[in-house]
């Protein structure tokens, strides 16, 4: 499908990404990748991922065009590729699937997980369920109560969620635990990554199953308009949405790769989570990446609107886009970020994920000074059901 070759066999991306743990996961990985190499070009494996992609989540997800506001703006025209449409709201269950029938040829029953805000805890979850498996979501106590309907929908759906109270409590204390989890349960654990991140092979091998959603843009863009976007725009969180959908793109040189950044309350503020544009290089959860860290190395505590942009790091593929010109990845702030939320509700019907939000505000800001016949394809990641309560509060509503 593309002519594009990374990783590289140790799972390196220029200068980043490769694998840095612990000697007790090397064996873990070393299996992971082997099951990866045999079953990515299985037919009976992409088999069965395409039919629960059709089946189970609703594949393939439109194409959109946002025709009211394009008008509105006067300038280039915006479409969206609906991930909001799929089944659990958003792009994260075409990694989990794959991941899960991943885990099934290997013969391991157990999955575990771990979760910031719990979209993807929900969405492992989901599909621990459908596959009658086990499934153990590691939290960190703080989010339990901040995330308090997420974990009782992961509850419902038969997992069991673990708080976690070290550390401050969030995703990164999570994290640690679930890497723990794993070291001792290897024979019969599967650890579902729910980004671009990760050792190697974890950041190529959720690219290539999020990748669904570029190849549908592939074939739907010319479907409707002719030809392929001028630009795409995605938001980059871990930067699973935006590979997904940059990837089967990464050839075509004419087509325009941005990434959206949380600029939270502005860079200068320290309060925000643009690893690509204000970090350093750095290792972080097993790979070399971008890092958000103070000049003793220690990881910088973060903040979006969004919680699902509230990372420290970001995908090693991106950092190593960004570096060779490929991508280039733009800043959007919480207040711009809220105002594309509200537009977006007004204006299309339509209510997009926080995280979405801030590629659409990237899109409708370039827009306006673009010629009308250009046109700019935005991943809408996921619906904003989810995000209703913080967007009352920050509106000084309450529900
Ligand atoms: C989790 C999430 C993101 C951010 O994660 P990526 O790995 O960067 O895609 C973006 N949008 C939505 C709707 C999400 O749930």
Not at 94 to 123: D, F, S, Y
Not at 316 to 327: I, Y
Request: charged share 20%; glycine share 10%; hydrophobic share 35%.
């Amino acid at each position: 499908m593309t002519t594009y070759n990374y990783p590289d066999q140790q799972g390196h991306f220029g200068p980043f990404g490769g694998s840095f743990v612990a000697e007790t996961l090397v064996h873990a990985l070393d299996e992971l990748r082997a099951a990866y190499d045999k079953y990515r070009n299985d037919p009976d494996f992409l088999q069965e991922f395409h039919y629960e992609l059709k089946h189970f989540v609703g594949r393939p997800s439109p194409i959109y065009h946002a025709k009211r506001w394009s008008e509105k703006l006067g300038g280039a025209q915006i479409w969206f590729k609906r991930e909001d449409l799929n089944h659990t709201g958003a792009h994260k269950v075409n990694n989990c699937i794959g991941q899960i029938l991943l885990a099934k040829r290997m013969g391991k029953p157990r999955i575990i997980a771990e979760t910031g805000a719990g979209q993807h805890g929900v969405a492992t979850a989901t599909v621990a369920a459908r596959y009658g498996m086990q499934c153990v979501v590691y939290m960190g106590s703080e989010d339990v109560k901040r995330q308090a309907s997420n974990v009782y929908r992961m509850k419902l759906l038969g997992a069991e969620v673990i708080p976690v109270s070290s550390g401050s409590r969030t995703l990164k204390d999570a994290l640690n635990e679930a890497m723990r989890d794993w070291v001792t349960n290897i024979e019969n654990t599967f650890y579902i990554i729910g980004t671009v991140a990760g050792p190697h092979p974890y950041p190529a091998m959720v690219r290539d199953f999020q990748s669904v959603i570029g190849n549908e843009c592939l074939e739907q863009m010319p479907a409707e308009i002719g030809r392929q976007p001028d630009y795409i725009v995605a938001a980059v969180g871990g930067g699973s949405n935006a590979m997904g959908i940059f990837y089967p793109y990464l050839d075509q040189a004419d087509v325009k790769l941005i990434g959206v950044e949380a600029g939270g309350e502005g860079l200068t503020t320290l309060k925000h989570s643009a690893s690509l544009n204000a970090g350093q290089v750095g290792v972080l959860h097993g790979n070399r990446t971008y890092v958000l860290q103070d000049e003793a190395g220690q990881v910088q505590a973060t903040h979006s609107i969004s919680a699902g942009l509230d990372y420290p790091g970001v995908g090693p593929e991106h950092a190593w886009l960004k570096d060779s010109h490929r991508a280039q990845y733009e800043i959007i702030n919480d207040d711009e970020a809220l105002q594309a939320f509200h537009d977006c509700c007004r204006i299309e019907g339509i209510m997009p994920a926080l995280e979405s939000s801030h590629a659409i505000a990237q899109a409708v800001k370039m827009a306006p000074s673009l010629p009308k016949d250009k046109v700019i394809l935005v991943n809408l990641s996921g619906r904003g059901d989810k995000d209703m309560h913080t967007v009352a509060e920050y509106s000084g509503i309450s529900l």
